[in-house]
C-alpha cells in the first residue's frame, strides 16, 4: 500500500516539476533567447542537444541548441566566445568528464587553469618537443614493420587489403603512451586494442583502449549537457549509460596504472640508467609559481588528459588525411598522391623506412594536405561550451547576450560554410590554403582557440607529420571506399577507412 501511495505521489509530483524545470524557463528565465531560430526541443531543454552528441545531429548558424545554450558559427563567434581576456568560464558541462581532480582539459576555474596551463606547457616547449622524436621514431618503426608484414600478401590487384583506421588508433595510442607515461601500450605490436587498467587495490585488467576512450566521450558528452541526469545514471537500464560510466573508471584505471608503474621505477635514474625526456618526466619535474609539484592525483588526471588529447584526435584525424588525400587523387587523379610523394621524395633518403622529423617539417604540400583534411575532418563534434560572465553580457551577430547564457562554436559548421571558403567547400583542395583570405584562416579552428587551445599542438602536428610523410613515402594507396562515415560522440571518428596498401620501390 505504501508503495502504490508513492507511485501515485510521484506520478503527480513529476509532471509539476517536468513544468517548473523546462516549460516554465521558456517564458520567464530564457525569454531574451526566445527570437532565435533552432529545433522546437531545444528551446526548452538540452535534451536535443545531448541526443546530437549521442547519435551525430548537426544544426546551423546562430541557433538556439538549449534552453540556454546558442551556437554562433561565425569567425565573429571564435573571436567573442573563446579570445583571451574576455572572462567566459567553461560550462558545467566540463563536471561530466571529471574522473578523480580536475585536469587542464575539464578545470573551469580561470585560475586553477592558469596555474596548470602554466606547468603543463613546459612539457610541450619547442625543446621539449625535440626531445620526444626518439620515442615516436622508435614507434614508428614498429608500425612501419607491421605494415610492411600486411603489404607482403596483396591480393589479385597488386594490394593488401587494409582497414587502416585501427592501425591509426594503435600507433597513436602507443605514442602518447610512450609520451605520457613512459612504455608504449603495445597495440601496434600485438596488433590490437588493449591497454592494462588498474584501480587501487585490484589486480591489473586488461581492456580495450580505444573502445573504452569512444565510451567514455559519447556518455560524458551526453551526461554533460544534461547534468540533472549524471546523479542517476547508473542506474538506468540503457547500456550506453552503464557501458559508459564503466569506460570512464576504466580509462582513469589505465592512467593510474601507467603513472604507478612508471612512478615505482624511478629508482633507475638513481642508478646509471637514463632519465628519460618525456611528458611524464617533466610534469613531474615542473612546479607552480609557488614552488609546488603536482601531487600522484594531479599527475593521473594531467596524463589523462594527455592520453585522451593525444590518442583519439590524432588517430581520427591521421586517418582521415590518409582517406582524404586517396579521396582527392581519385577524383581528380595524378594531383594529389604524384605532388606529395615528389615532395616526400626528394626530402627524405630513398632507403629509410621512415622520415625524420627535419625531413617532413618543412615540405609545403603535406602541410597544405594535413591542413585541408583537418577542415574537412572536425575531430570536435560539437562546439565546446562557454559561460557569459560580464555583468552586462556580451554583443555578437548583432545579437546581444546577458550573462549566463552559454555559447559555443562549432568547428564543423565553420569548416564547412560556403560563405567562407567558396562554392568547392566539400572538395578537397589543399592548393585553397596557399591563397586563404584572413576570414578562411580565422575560420580555421582544428585546436581550439585562445587561451584554452590545445596546449600540446606542436606535438599533434609533428606526429602527423611524421605519420602520413612515412606512409605516402613507403607505401603506395588504393582507396576501396566511398565516404568516411564516422560516429560522433565528444569526438568525430572514423568507423573504418578500408584502403589497399603495397610497397613503393624508390629510387636513390
Known sequence: MMLLFHAIVLGLLLPIWAFC????????????????????????SNLWLALGARNGQKYGRVVRVGFNHVS????????????HGNGFLKDIFYNAFISGVPGLFNVRDRAEHTRKRKIVAHAFSPGAVHDFEPYMSAN????????????ATPGKDGYARLNIMPWCTFIAFDIIGDLAFGAPFGMVSRGRDECESARPGEPATYVPGAETLNRRGEVCSTLGLLPALRPWAKHLPDPFFSKGLRSVKNLHGIAAAAVTKRLENTEGTQSGIPQRRDILEMLCRSKDADGHAMQRDELVSETLTQLIAGSDTVSNTACAVIYWILHGERQSPGTIVPR?????????????????????????FLRLCIDEAMRLHSTSAIGLPRIVTAKSGVFCENEHFPEGTVLSVPSYTLHHTSDIWGPDVEEFRPERWLNATPRQKMSFNPFSFGPRACVGQNVAHMELALIIGTAFHRYDFRLYQQKLESHEGFSKKPVECWVGIKLRHVEA
Open 21 to 44: 524545470y523546462w516549460i516554465l524557463p521558456y517564458f520567464t528565465t530564457y525569454k531574451h533567447l526566445r527570437h532565435l531560430p533552432g529545433p522546437f526541443l531545444g528551446k526548452f
Open 72 to 83: 554562433i558559427a561565425t569567425p565573429e563567434g571564435l573571436r567573442v566566445v573563446y579570445a
Open 140 to 151: 614508428l618503426q614498429r608500425w612501419v614493420n607491421q605494415l610492411d608484414r600486411i603489404a
Open 340 to 364: 606529395l610523394q615528389a615532395e616526400l621524395d626528394e626530402a627524405i633518403a630513398a632507403n629509410s623506412s621512415i622520415s625524420t622529423h627535419g625531413e617532413v617539417k618543412n615540405l609545403q
